[in-house]
């Protein structure tokens, strides 16, 4: 069984990530759904969710872990 990780740059930071696609928290950047680290995930939810009464936004447990390839 093969296993795979997609490696970008975080939209929030710049720093280097592995993160599973399908799973990744993303924002929106000149359009286009762009990922974001743990760290910026934390960060956005304290400003646009914890900030203003909202439930966060919980990370999905797969968003950095490999992805089945098939």
Same mark, same amino acid.
């Given at each position: 069984? *093969?296993?795979s $990780? *997609?490696?970008? &740059?975080? %939209?929030?930071?710049?720093q280097? @990530?592995?993160?599973? #696609?399908?799973? =990744? #928290?993303s924002i929106t =950047?000149?359009g286009?759904? &762009?990922p @974001?680290? +743990? %760290?910026?995930?934390? +960060?956005?939810?304290?400003?646009h969710? @914890? /900030?203003h009464? $909202?439930? #966060? @936004? %919980?990370?999905?447990?797969? /968003?950095? /872990? #490999? =992805? +089945? &390839?098939?």
């Amino acid at each position: 069984m *093969t296993y795979s $990780l *997609t490696h970008g &740059e975080c %939209a929030g930071c710049q720093q280097f @990530i592995s993160f599973n #696609p399908n799973h =990744v #928290p993303s924002i929106t =950047v000149d359009g286009q759904r &762009e990922p @974001i680290c +743990k %760290a910026c995930h934390n +960060k956005w939810n304290q400003i646009h969710r @914890i /900030a203003h009464d $909202l439930e #966060p @936004i %919980a990370l999905h447990p797969d /968003a950095y /872990a #490999p =992805v +089945k &390839e098939d």
